[in-house]
């Protein structure tokens, strides 16, 4: 990965703002050419800076109403791939974290009600082989989403 310099910093900085920035309104920001933009980002996408863009989807609007947390506790750590294979097969997960502290993992999913919760918790996620337990916790509200603040002043 090469170097990022202060020019790369303030191109993540305005695009971690807004994504759908046209090239030409960002190089107008930088003080440089639009080509000199797309030549940027395509570079900061290759060394792996830059992991992806697109649209975040509210899952309310699809009919998705609770949004949970889950920590899984395994028979054995090493174990983690072989669930996680499981695991990428629940749609309903959209996140799946390996973890230090009281859980081996921690996942994020999505249920439309309790019942579908349910169902994903009893049927889905406890009978994969290798989880022992399951703690649930429901987000009531979130209450911040943010890309990790780029400091342009480094």
């Given at each position: 990965m ?27 920001e ?12 395509q ?18 609007s ?11 506790t ?6 983690y ?8 097969q ?9 973890t ?22 009893n ?5 994969i ?13 979130q ?9 342009v002043e480094?």
């Open positions: 090469e170097k990022i310099d202060k020019l790369d910093k303030k191109i993540l900085s305005i695009l971690s703002q807004n994504a759908r920035m046209p090239f030409k309104d960002v190089a107008a930088c003080g440089v050419s639009r080509a000199a933009i797309h030549q940027r980002v570079r900061l996408i290759e060394d792996g800076v830059i992991t992806g863009s697109g649209f975040d989807v509210n899952p309310k699809l009919g998705y109403s609770t949004c949970t947390y889950v920590g899984i395994l028979e054995r750590g090493n174990m791939k072989k669930v996680v294979e499981k695991v990428i629940i749609p309903e997960i959209v996140e799946c974290h390996f230090t502290g009281p859980y081996t993992m921690l996942i994020k999913l999505f249920a439309r009600d309790n019942e579908q919760l349910m169902d994903l918790l049927n889905k996620l406890q009978g082989p290798g989880v022992v337990s399951t703690e649930t916790l429901i987000s009531l509200e209450s911040l989403k943010r890309e990790i603040m780029v400091d480094d």
